[in-house]
T-cell receptor, first 114, second 111 residues
Framework: DTGVSQNPRHKITKRGQNVTFRCDPI?????LYWYRQTLGQGPEFLTY????????KSRLLSDRFSAERPKGSFSTLEIQRTEQGDSAMYLC????????????FGDGTRLSIL | AQSVTQLDSQVPVFEEAPVELRCNYS??????LFWYVQYPNQGLQLLLK??????LVKGINGFEAEFNKSQTSFHLRKPSVHISDTAEYFC?????????FGGGTRLMVKP
């Protein structure tokens, strides 16, 4: 079990630029989740995939955000035209399908918007 | 919809003292309950989970939690804390297809 891997760990960019994050889940897991965590808060759900299908999206996921999981393995989260309010830690998690299975988290990507 | 309230944002405690971190939840459906720990600049690590059965669940690092359905609580306890337990602790409920987290409790263990 190599764990959930996220890249990059840190991303600093100017307002208005596009950024893309990558998540490699635990290989046996067919569910993959994205969360956003702002300073001093708990993680907030953004979206999740069952294999390659994106099954649910939060209202937090504006049209500037897009997530993909093209082959049901790794996933990417892209933010277009970044804004100051996008500064946060973006966490990826994976799990087996059953809802009572715990989610395993990566170490996150910290995004800072200048 | 579900929500999670962690009543204490910070809990200072001396090393080797007992600690309780409080968590209350609300949900219109049955839920699964989890506690996660987060060390600085890291992701979340699962401490323990309640799915069904015994209301007292034991987790890693000597932590345990008790599910109380009537009080809709899932408080986390440890009888004797160590400096290394200093971290942020998150209570979460799983209902539907996502985890809903509380705001977190920062446990600060002092020597």
């Amino acid at each position: 079990d190599t764990g959930v891997s996220q890249n990059p760990r840190h991303k600093i960019t100017k307002r208005g630029q596009n950024v893309t994050f990558r998540c490699d889940p635990i290989s046996e897991h067919n569910r993959l989740y994205w969360y956003r965590q702002t300073l001093g808060q708990g993680p907030e759900f953004l979206t999740y995939f069952q294999n390659e299908a994106q099954l649910e999206k939060s209202r937090l996921l504006s049209d500037r955000f897009s997530a993909e999981r093209p082959k049901g393995s790794f996933s990417t989260l892209e933010i277009q035209r970044t804004e100051q309010g996008d500064s946060a830690m973006y966490l990826c998690a994976s799990s087996f399908t059953s809802s009572n299975q715990p989610q395993h988290f990566g170490d996150g990507t910290r995004l800072s918007i200048l | 919809a579900q929500s999670v309230t962690q009543l204490d944002s910070q809990v200072p405690v001396f090393e080797e003292a007992p600690v309780e971190l409080r968590c209350n939840y609300s949900s219109s459906v049955s839920v699964y309950l989890f506690w996660y720990v987060q060390y600085p600049n890291q992701g979340l690590q699962l401490l323990l989970k309640y799915l069904s059965g015994s209301t007292l669940v034991k987790g890693i690092n000597g932590f345990e939690a008790e599910f109380n359905k009537s009080q809709t609580s899932f408080h986390l306890r440890k009888p004797s804390v160590h400096i290394s337990d200093t971290a942020e602790y998150f209570c979460a409920v799983h209902a539907g297809n996502m985890l809903t987290f509380g705001g977190g409790t920062r446990l600060m263990v002092k020597p």
